[in-house]
């Protein structure tokens, strides 16, 4: 019944950016929180943004801060990964994944609070290419 459907990937120079979709059905965005993964050939799976439902605050990794930014569409139940400045190491196929909780888990470092899930729960979309050219 949860589905979580990927769109928007594709190719993109460098420098370029692209809008990721993820069309969620069968729950309320309202009930978990949602966060966005990649993985590319030989590399482990990174988590790279979430969003909490329990005090609306996002979350992203050290990569991706500042070039990423994810939002939520609750009329249309979406929610997107907006990706600016792209790079060709950030080619890989896209996830995002409903978590098991309202709340996003993270860790602090450096003054900061930085995302950083298990990659081995929650439900998932399957997956969309971006690959970014040099």
């Known amino acids: 019944e949860v589905q979580l459907v990927e769109s928007g990937g594709g190719l993109v120079q460098a420098g370029g950016s692209l809008r990721l979709s993820c069309a969620a059905s069968?729950?309320?965005?309202?009930?978990?929180?949602i966060g966005w993964f990649r993985q590319a050939p030989g590399k482990v799976r990174e988590g790279l943004s979430c969003?909490?439902?329990?005090?609306?605050?996002?979350f992203y990794t050290e990569s991706v801060k500042g070039r990423f930014a994810t939002s939520t569409d609750y009329a249309k139940n979406i929610v997107y990964l907006q990706m600016n400045n792209l790079k060709p190491e950030d080619t890989a196929v896209y996830f995002c994944?409903?978590?098991?909780?309202?709340?996003?888990?993270?860790?602090?470092?450096?003054?900061?609070?930085?995302?950083?899930?298990?990659?081995?729960?929650?439900?998932w979309g399957q997956g969309i290419q971006v690959t970014v050219s040099s």
């Open positions: 969003i909490s439902r329990s005090d609306g605050r996002a």
């Open positions: 069968g729950f309320s965005l309202n009930d978990s929180a």
């Open positions: 994944s409903r978590r098991p909780t309202r709340a996003c888990r993270f860790r602090r470092h450096s003054g900061q609070e930085w995302y950083s899930p298990k990659v081995d729960t929650g439900s």
